[in-house]
């Protein structure tokens, strides 16, 4: 069996700082699942949003121009500071209703914001190891109130034959070196949300330019302890 390789924190702050505002070249494969998560989110009911890996702010500057009420604010974290700027630069028309944070290797979100009722993070979760996969889900657990949501996407496994080739060919790159793909692996979301703590209300896989993400919408279902 081969051994998965994930980039560490700082292979991944370096490899986004380099990548900057060309992330969101990728539009043109991860548009069509971000449309979905929009559309089905229910963000018009969001008082308070948190984003995992916020990238250059594209969809913040989305949520909070089209979807949320006009009160509701966003904390985005990333652990580039590259991105980080960028999406404050993006976020300034929307003053102090938005906030974005450079993160640390560990995750500690309640640094950053007290509660939200939307947890969102977008191709993020597939270029972490499990072990931090799980980290992130406690974490987004334990911030989100109790009617809160969490919407996630991830690249996925291919259900087409074309999706197929495109997912063998990128694992194949992976393999050599997991920087040429931004660290990114196809994941199956669902496998990671424990049943005891997580109703999933929304699965669905899409694929665009031959490419397959994985929308999952689950909410927090509460436990003996809460
Ligand atoms: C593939 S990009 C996706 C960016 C954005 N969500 C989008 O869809 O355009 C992954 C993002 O996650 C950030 N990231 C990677 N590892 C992270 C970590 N451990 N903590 C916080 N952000 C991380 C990267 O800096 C990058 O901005």
Redesign the pocket.
């Known amino acids: 069996m081969t051994r998965e390789h994930y980039l560490t ?1 700082q292979q ?2 370096d490899f ?1 700082n380099r990548m900057g505002k060309r ?1 969101d070249w ?1 539009r043109f494969y ?1 548009g069509r699942a971000i449309d979905e998560l929009l559309r089905h989110g229910m963000f018009d009911r969001a008082a308070a949003v948190f984003e ?5 702010g ?2 913040a500057e989305e949520l909070l121009r089209h979807y949320l009420p006009p009160q509701a604010s966003y904390v985005g ?4 500071p590259v ?1 980080v700027e960028l999406s404050r630069q993006r976020l300034t028309p929307f003053g102090e209703r938005a906030r974005v944070f450079e ?1 640390e ?1 560990a995750f500690e979100f309640s640094r950053y914001a007290t509660h939200c009722d939307r947890f969102v993070s ?3 979760l597939d ?2 190891s499990p072990e931090a996969i799980h980290q992130v889900l406690d974490q987004a657990y334990a911030l989100l109130n109790h009617q809160g949501k969490l919407c996630l996407i991830t690249l996925t496994e291919g259900s087409t034959p074309l999706s197929w080739a495109i997912i063998s060919l990128w694992r194949g790159v992976r393999c050599i070196s997991p920087g040429l793909v ?1 660290g ?1 692996r196809p994941l199956r979301i669902p496998l990671y949300l424990s049943r005891e703590r997580w109703q999933i209300e929304f699965d669905q896989t899409v694929s665009a330019a031959g490419v397959p993400s994985e929308i999952v919408l689950a909410s927090k279902k509460l436990i003996a302890q809460d």
Request: aromatic share 8%; net charge negative.
């Open positions: 924190a991944a702050r986004y992330q990728q991860e995992l890996g916020c990238g250059t594209a969809l974290v990333d652990i580039s991105m993160s290797e977008v191709y993020v270029l972490l931004g990114c």
